[in-house]
């Protein structure tokens, strides 16, 4: 008998960004949950809908955020999912942790949720296995350039220019956001003979987070029902999608939804857009595939595009070039930098995410182009919300993290628009191209 109320969804999130938040609806999308994302806090007529979905998400913006705005704007957003009444409710969160005690401190949202919520303690699952992320005694492990790498020593995630990750221990990274102590579920008690028990002995220590480990899907799926079980009504859970994926393999396995479904094949389109506001050398690797592959390349001046007094002769500079070579049929990408050592530092990031996604709309609108791309987790938070969109649903996977989805909302030209939010890190070097002709 499954155990969810059928008027009620049985999994709502919000994600700290949008690329992040993309991920957690394909997870639950693929795990045969009809799934829905809302680029704000929904309302009732928002709700009515998408009343098919059972699952709902919000994406938001809080890893680029301040503990100040924290404290200001959450306690809304998680008191709204927390009448929503779905016995899960995630704060998706990117699996490689990046956070600092002054910018998106996962900490100080995980101290909210608990007073919202009224929860003992909060659950911290931060591995997903198929991004290549990794938990082990409580350090975090990523992948990269080819090779597995403590998270503090990751060539790219060492040396980020917001949020550089100094620190592999989840609990001693915690403990610098907030004064809530942590414990940890590691692998040998959840692969002992009697993980339960070894659980509700942790829980005797009263922590106010419990931070799990996670090797592969067998041990999120562990951690999954570990949390389910030790739930009061709801359960307030600060995870990545590994966590999303691990609830959704438990619930298939008791029985309580259908399971997972391969998801439509992607299909090709005329021409692609992308504007990519990463510097990792990931997305580097997939620009320059691109272009060699017969993109046309065109560079944001991002201090320039950040400058109020001279963003309109920025946009207007890249505006014709672009547009004319979209309606030649040659697909565009509007990228900031090829490296870090490459970028331009804008004096307001907010801003140049902001006018970006001004000048995507207005491309957009002009040729027609059906299929965009936008690349790196900042720059999709402040930019896709200039598109006049109100929700995405799944349409297909490209990549694991990076679904192609479909835009609803009553901007003109905008709705149906095919859209790919790719974090910085996630993909192959092919990427765009795979995102352009399909898979």
């Known amino acids: ?49 998408f009343s098919g979905c059972r699952a709902v998400g919000v994406a938001g913006d809080s890893r680029t955020r301040s503990p100040e705005w924290m404290r200001d704007k959450l306690p809304g957003i998680f008191g709204r999912l927390r009448e929503m009444g779905a016995p899960i409710v995630q704060y998706k969160i990117c699996s490689t942790f990046d956070s600092s005690p002054e910018i998106g401190s996962i900490g100080c949202a995980m101290e909210i949720g608990q007073d919202i919520f009224g929860v003992p303690f909060v659950p911290v699952v931060a591995a997903a296995p198929r991004l290549g992320r990794y938990v082990v005694f409580g350090n975090l492990f990523a992948s990269g350039g080819g090779a597995i790498h403590r998270i503090d020593r990751h060539p790219t995630m060492k040396c980020h220019p917001v949020t550089p990750m100094g620190e592999a221990d989840l609990r001693l990274h915690l403990s610098h956001q907030t004064a809530r102590r942590a414990a940890l579920m590691d692998l040998n008690a959840l692969d002992s003979l009697d993980p339960s028990a070894r659980f509700e002995e942790l829980l005797q220590e009263e922590p106010d987070a419990v931070v799990f480990d996670g090797l592969d899907g067998e041990s999120l799926a562990e951690a999954a029902q570990l949390i389910w079980n030790h739930r009061a009504s709801q359960a307030f859970v600060v995870g990545s999608s590994g966590f999303t994926a691990g609830m959704v393999e438990y619930w298939v396995e008791e029985g309580w939804i259908a399971g997972p479904t ?112 936008v690349a790196g987790g ?26 192609l989805c479909r835009a609803h909302g009553h901007e003109p030209g905008l709705a149906g628009l095919e859209l790919v939010l790719k974090g910085g890190q996630v993909g192959a070097e092919t990427f765009f191209e795979a995102a352009l002709r399909g898979c």
């Not at 700290?16 to 993309?22: I, K, L, N, R, V």
């Not at 680029?39 to 009732?44: G, Q």
Request: aromatic share 6%; charged share 25%; hydrophobic share 40%.
């Open 1 to 49: 008998m499954r155990p969810f109320h059928d008027d009620k969804p049985v999994f709502s999130f919000y994600g700290d960004d949008f690329t992040g938040s993309t991920d957690a609806l394909e997870a639950l999308s693929l795990g045969g949950i009809p799934t829905v994302l809302f680029l704000k806090l929904p309302d009732a007529a928002d709700l009515a809908a």
């Open 262 to 373: 391969a998801g439509r094949r992607a299909r090709g389109a005329d021409r692609l857009l992308v504007l990519a506001g990463s510097c990792s050398p990931v997305t580097r690797h997939q620009i320059c595939h691109a272009l060699r592959d017969g993109f046309c390349g065109l560079r944001l001046d991002a201090a320039g595009m950040a400058d109020p007094a001279s963003r309109a002769a920025c946009q207007d500079a890249l505006m014709g070039e672009a547009e004319a070579q979209l309606k030649n049929g040659r697909s565009v990408v509007l990228y900031t930098a090829l490296a870090p050592g490459d970028f331009v530092e804008a004096l307001d990031r907010r801003a140049l995410g902001e006018a970006s996604g001004k000048l995507l709309r207005e491309l957009i609108r002009r040729s027609g182009v059906e299929r965009v791309v």
């Open 378 to 403: 900042d720059t999709s938070s402040h930019a896709v919300r200039e598109l006049g969109i109100t929700a995405l649903t799944f349409e297909s996977p490209i990549e694991p993290g990076a679904p």
